[in-house]
Antibody, heavy 127, light 107 residues
Framework: EVQLVQSGAEVKKPGESLKISCKGS????????IGWVRQMPGKGLDWMGI????????RYSPSFQGQVTISADKSISTAYLQWSSLKASDTAFYYC????????????????????WGQGTLVTVSS | DIQMTQSPSSLSASVGDRVTITCQAS??????LNWYQQKPGKAPNLLIY???NLETGVPSRFSGSGSGTDFTFTISSLQPEDIATYYC?????????FGGGTKVEIK
């Protein structure tokens, strides 16, 4: 069974750094992509980016490029989402999800979808 | 970026009713469209992939159709456990984009 287990809720101050994690099991970590999706309070879903766990090839949404860093450590089957300087507007739930399929630099293959999701990590940024 | 416009943003229906949600893409995306269900306080869950294919384990009362720019998601007979927000998502082009969501409630 595919499982993605995310790290726990975080409360941070503006300007602080943060790294949250997503540990996968039940599938071949190094031949899959993991994506990150933001959900601000009471709002919809925003795709942030994806990372190929085998070689850390990464695609970012232009909206999040330069704002976050997506990384992975295949030796422990874990993907990460990192901020160097948090803002209050980063307050949100963040979900990791396995991307079934493949995306190149501009488009994706047929039958590409987020088929398994983590439970979400709530990040609260407040002074 | 491809914009995905969902309607309605919310609806209220009775148990047993047929519920229909539409999703319009700002450009032709063929059938590169998925539908997700998000129950309150939970992560999203894939229901339909490639516009009309039911994910394994998903009840057959859920269905999807469409191609090009116009897509439809249908619950043939609404059940109490279907209370959730539903999202469409295109994957024809990066960045991947989601519709704004449709919140389904029981009347």
């Amino acid at each position: 069974e595919v499982q993605l287990v995310q790290s726990g809720a975080e409360v941070k101050k503006p300007g602080e750094s943060l790294k949250i994690s997503c540990k996968g099991s039940g599938f071949s970590f190094t031949t899959n992509w993991i994506g990150w999706v933001r959900q601000m309070p009471g709002k919809g879903l925003d795709w942030m980016g994806i990372i190929y766990l085998g070689d850390s090839d990464t695609r970012y949404s232009p909206s999040f490029q330069g704002q976050v860093t997506i990384s992975a450590d295949k030796s422990i089957s874990t993907a990460y989402l990192q901020w160097s300087s948090l803002k209050a507007s980063d307050t949100a739930f963040y979900y990791c999800a396995r991307l079934l399929g493949y995306c190149g630099t501009t488009s994706c293959y047929r039958r590409t979808n987020f088929d398994s999701w983590g439970q979400g990590t709530l990040v609260t940024v407040s002074s | 970026d491809i914009q995905m416009t969902q309607s309605p943003s919310s609806l209220s229906a009775s148990v047993g009713d047929r519920v229909t949600i539409t999703c319009q893409a700002s450009q032709d995306i063929s059938n590169y469209l998925n539908w997700y269900q998000q129950k309150p306080g939970k992560a999203p869950n894939l229901l339909i992939y490639d516009a009309s294919n039911l994910e394994t384990g998903v009840p057959s009362r859920f269905s999807g159709s469409g191609s090009g720019t116009d897509f439809t998601f249908t619950i043939s007979s609404l059940q109490p456990e279907d209370i959730a927000t539903y999202y469409c998502q295109q994957y024809d082009n990066l960045p991947l984009t989601f519709g704004g969501g449709t919140k389904v409630e029981i009347k």
